[in-house]
């Protein structure tokens, strides 16, 4: 399949980021015992009055005004494309070791929190940068 062809199968898949994968409600975070969730991370900074600039899991999600996925055929291969607020694209991906096991949507579930993730080091940085101007 030509590069031309899987970009355009993938603008296909594209999806509304407000319909996207649903997250976790923060009362199911909780429940997680012995797990560190965001939700859990940003009660304990509230709880401790911490109020210097920072970045929070709203931020992250409002700097994502897109997403796309892809899934190689014939493998088990999930590609997140998440498209932030200035344009630029951080990528996310996840594969079953068993194929026996794949599942799209637990896939996308993966590979769109493993793009996710990476938002918070950039972010991190913008806000670092503006802080120390």
């Not at 030509?2 to 923060?26: M, Y």
């Not at 590609?79 to 794949?102: Q, W």
Request: aromatic share 6%; with cysteine.
């Amino acid at each position: 399949m030509s590069l031309h062809a899987v970009l355009e199968d993938w603008r296909s898949l594209s999806l509304n980021p407000r319909a996207a994968v649903p997250r976790k409600p923060v009362e199911e975070e909780k429940q997680m015992v012995g797990q560190v969730t965001e939700g859990s991370i940003e009660q304990e900074i509230q709880n401790k009055g911490l109020t210097a600039p920072r970045l929070t899991p709203a931020d992250i999600d409002a700097s994502i005004v897109g997403e796309n996925y892809h899934v190689f055929p014939g493998t088990t291969l999930t590609i997140c494309m998440l498209t932030l607020r200035n344009g630029y694209h951080v990528t996310g991906e996840a594969a079953a070791a068993s194929p026996e096991n794949f599942d799209a949507a637990i896939g996308k579930k993966i590979a769109r929190d493993n793009a996710r993730n990476k938002i918070w080091a950039l972010e991190g940085y913008l806000l670092r940068s503006k802080l120390a101007a």
